[in-house]
């Protein structure tokens, strides 16, 4: 069995139905079921075509959400039904550029109160760093010079870098003779205030501190001139953190092959169409049977809505889902050349990355149920601060919101919420040399010890294969995990490490899956066992 798997994928299916026991939606044939399922035939339809059903099954969703009381599940559906609403106008670009983007009118202090709203709401972020930190502080154990690399973005806060910098201080021996941090945010006032702060704090604990903003976005750096671009010196132990941003390297135009898929729906967008897409939305459906029959089982070649194939927006079967495009490529060897002493990498655990429209949504109604849960959890539960249900409500519309917007409203090159499988990720850090290093006793500790004061008793942190997964109610939300660069790629391609084995196994498992039900059948059971 992959390590990468045991903790995972035993309650994450890719196609997780909302029967299923582990699925935030299921509560036997109540509203929330109901709901669940008429927002899952509707972007069924939406990518199988017949786009008066799916207007039908977006009615009802909406009228289903209007009856029911305030909620996180109440809240997550209308984005989501946001979202649906702008695929079915899609088809007409006169309609989708005059509509306005929510996150358009949103200045950039309200984005930053936000952002720092979440941090402070859910407990997840806060625990990826003090397991990150911990991390950093024993791989640069007796170094004399230190210089961390931040390359989480928005997701930066300066509490991280002010924990990290008293711990430097605290640490056994003698200090570091100095720190330096850069920080790469797209926000340069953001920058500025952060550095003044941090300089404060560094002259209270008589440290020599350096601070150099980058002011960019993780994917417009030059991989090419990284070490001019990062003021990387020599005689330094370097370390990299980057949280919830390596994803946004995955984006590349991966649907082109699938322009077919336009082609169709655009030869729908006309004005017959939308009138009659209007007239099917003014009535209320009187059951789920006025959206047409959608089957839902496990097996993720048989959903589909009736009469329409699937198979022209699906990816080929060949096609490896832990592909890594160039630009991930090119700036994972660019980080390795610098020689770190430790990477450390937070991600998003979902299964956001795939061409397909339908299986997109159908993972982020489940990931962003737990998200929403957990927000609504920790706003009633905090003991730290009051949470008025319009600041939580502005923290889920402005970073969860828009992170929802990015997974299902883009496609190609211009998606970059492309979250994946931490199976996945470590596949892709192996080929680009890099090799695990476990998680210690003492970083888990601390981060189970943040998870318990936030009082949340349904968030859990689970220890997979020397990493680390931040879950909700047993479903992976986060996953945390630390890489160094492998002592040549020789290692790496010859298979010897405890993670390229997972590598290994995982692409004999993801091949036995594709194999039809008759042919998996005929397989020995200790074969199947095995994976």
Known sequence: MNPFDSESEATISPELSLCSPYGPWANGRGPDEQLGLALLECAAHVEAGPMAKAARCLARATGLAAAAGDGPRKRLTLTLADCLARCLLRPVPAITDALIDPCSYLDRRSVRAARRGFFELSPFPRVAFVVGNRAILEAVENERSVHVVGMSGPATQPCQWIQLLYELRRRRGRPPHVVRLTVIHDDEELLAKMAELLHDEAEKLNMEFQFHGVVGQLEDLDSGNLQNVLEIKSGEALAVSCNLQLHRLLAADDDATYS????????????????????????????????????????????????????????????????????????????????????????????????????????????????????????????????????????????????????????????RERHDRL????????????????????????????????????????????????????????????????????????????NQDCFFEESAQLRIENLPEQRRQRLPSTVLGFY
């Open 260 to 415: 077919s898929r336009s082609a169709h729906l655009n030869q729908m967008a006309s004005i017959a169409q939308l009138q009659h897409m209007a007239a099917a939305s003014s009535r209320q459906p009187s059951s789920s049977s006025d959206c047409g029959s959608v089957q839902y089982k496990d097996d993720d070649d048989s959903f589909q809505s009736p009469g329409t194939p699937l198979a022209f927006v699906s990816p080929p079967a060949s096609t490896p889902h832990f592909h890594t495009p160039a630009p991930l490529a090119s700036f994972l060897s660019a980080v390795r050349a610098l020689s770190p002493k430790i990477v450390v990498v937070a991600e998003q655990d979902a299964d956001h990355n795939g061409v397909s429209f339908r299986k997109r949504f159908c993972e982020a109604l489940h990931h962003y149920a737990a998200v929403f849960d957990s927000l609504d959890a920790a706003a009633a539960t905090s003991s730290s601060r009051h949470w008025p249900p319009e600041e939580r409500a502005q923290v889920e519309r402005v970073v969860v919101g828009e992170e929802i917007r990015g997974v299902l409203l883009r496609e190609g090159a211009h998606r």
């Open 423 to 498: 199976r996945h990720w470590a596949a892709r850090m192996e080929m680009a040399g890099f090799t695990g290093v476990p998680l210690s006793y003492d970083a888990i500790r601390r981060g189970n010890d943040m998870l318990r004061r936030c009082g949340l008793r349904p968030g859990e942190n689970k220890e997979c294969s020397g990493c680390l997964l931040l879950c909700w109610s047993s479903r992976p939300l986060y996953s945390v995990s630390a890489w160094r660069p492998a002592a040549s790629r020789a290692s790496v391609s010859g298979g010897v490490s405890r």
